[in-house]
């Protein structure tokens, strides 16, 4: 549930399985670079995204870790656009 | 690459201008804020699956990292599922606006000051995720081995229900683990 709905955001916006094989092998102690898995759903989101806006068409839902960018894009922008990060 | 009479082209062949500039701002001019599709129309649906709150997530979490912690600092997971638990405050006007200026050939945002792109560096520094072990997992190719029901079961409200209730009837020694799986 954590990756689905928290780190990659599926668009089907409930339960699914498909991070199940992730997850068992993450529970199992298993080991892989689920930040660079992240890193390029955000590039994959993104360019989803100018793709259809390139196009005009509507962006509708695409899932995809919106949060992380918003994350960024905060922590980079914080002092030309006066957000206050630990308020 | 060697630019040519057409503005948007780019042809292939032996380097003699190690100058990037013109294939740059080929590409800056293909960026979507350039085509001025501006319209929050467009952007009735996208957030649809930004991780709002749901009722139970933040107890079951905390229960079970009580007894994982250490598990959970091992895989470097801990920081991304403390972030989870934050109401992480959305600004969608800033994620409009910025995308905008992506190029999708740059992998980066174009701003007016340069190009800016999240490179693994930033999501080691913000999620504290796995960035350098080698991925020989083929992760999304491969069969889970459980099964865990998602279908008419009541979106994740639902799903968090049945789960924290079932943990009691799981065999002794894999109770645990399964219910580590679902969550």
């Not at chain 1, 930040?35 to 995204?49: D, E, K």
């Not at chain 2, 405050?89 to 992506?102: C, G, P």
């Amino acid at each position: 549930m954590w990756l689905d709905k928290f780190v990659f955001c599926g668009r089907s916006v409930g339960p699914t399985s498909v991070y199940l094989s992730a997850t068992e092998k993450l529970a199992g102690g298993g080991r892989f670079p689920l930040g660079r898995y992240l890193l390029g759903s955000v590039y994959h989101l993104l360019h989803q995204v100018a793709e259809k806006l390139l196009l005009g068409q509507p962006i509708d839902n695409l899932g995809g870790p919106w949060w992380f960018i918003n994350m960024w894009l905060s922590v980079h922008m914080h002092k030309r656009l006066g957000f206050d990060l630990f308020a | 690459m060697i630019p040519i009479d057409q503005p948007h082209f780019q042809c292939l062949g032996p380097l003699e201008n190690p100058d990037p500039t013109d294939l740059i701002n080929a590409e800056i001019n293909r960026i979507p804020f350039r085509a001025g599709n501006f319209s929050l129309d467009l952007w009735k649906d996208t957030f649809r699956s930004w991780p709002s709150s749901t009722k139970g997530w933040k107890d079951w979490s905390l229960r079970i990292g009580d007894s994982n912690e250490i598990q959970w600092g091992e895989r470097k997971l801990d920081q991304c599922i403390r972030l989870s638990i934050a109401d992480m405050e959305r600004n969608k006007s800033l994620l409009i606006a910025a995308s905008y200026f992506w190029s999708d050939t740059f992998n980066a945002f174009v701003f007016g000051h340069g190009p800016a792109s999240p490179t693994l560096a930033d999501v080691l520094m913000l999620t504290g995720l796995e960035i350098a072990t080698a991925d020989d997992s083929h992760l999304f190719d491969s069969k889970p081995e459980r099964k865990v029901e998602t279908r008419n079961i009541g979106g994740w409200s639902g799903y968090i229900q049945k789960y924290r209730k079932n943990r009691t009837r799981w065999a002794k020694g894999t109770r645990h683990l399964s219910e580590h799986v679902a969550r």
